[in-house]
């Protein structure tokens, strides 16, 4: 069975840094891309990051520059250090495994992309 768990979010004022983890059971290596989204209330799911199975990073254009992905060598664990935040990252992170390939979702937790998290709350102040 498979299981994503996320952790590590929380409120900070803008400026500040959070990390975030994703601790996957039931993946083996290779078995399923990993990514991070985010999704503030009324806006669309959006791609954070997502990591390819040579362990490069793909990023989302509103991120790019403050926060960085990390996976580990059996990819079945990811993080995601974000600095520098401002009040327009205040949603929630869902960590992902895709597995479906479905790509046409608004909103997060769709199935037919694959397995996700629960998700873990981000809120910054300003």
């Known amino acids: 069975q498979v299981s994503l768990v996320e952790s590590g979010g929380g409120s900070v004022e803008a400026g500040g840094s959070l990390t975030l983890s994703c601790k996957t059971t039931g993946l083996s290596y290779g078995d399923s891309p990993l990514r991070w989204f985010r999704q503030a209330p009324g806006y669309d799911c959006e791609l954070v990051v997502g990591f390819g199975s040579e362990g490069s990073a793909m990023y989302g254009d509103s991120v790019k520059g403050r926060l960085t992905g990390s996976q580990d060598t059996s990819q079945t664990r990811v993080s995601l250090q974000m600095n520098s935040l401002k009040p327009k990252d205040t949603a929630v992170y869902y960590c992902?495994?895709?597995?479906?390939?479905?790509?046409?979702?608004?909103?997060?937790?769709?199935?037919?992309?694959?397995?996700w998290g629960k998700g873990t709350q981000v809120t910054v102040s300003t």
């Open positions: 992902a495994a895709e597995r479906g390939g479905y790509r046409g979702f608004r909103n997060c937790k769709d199935p037919r992309f694959g397995f």
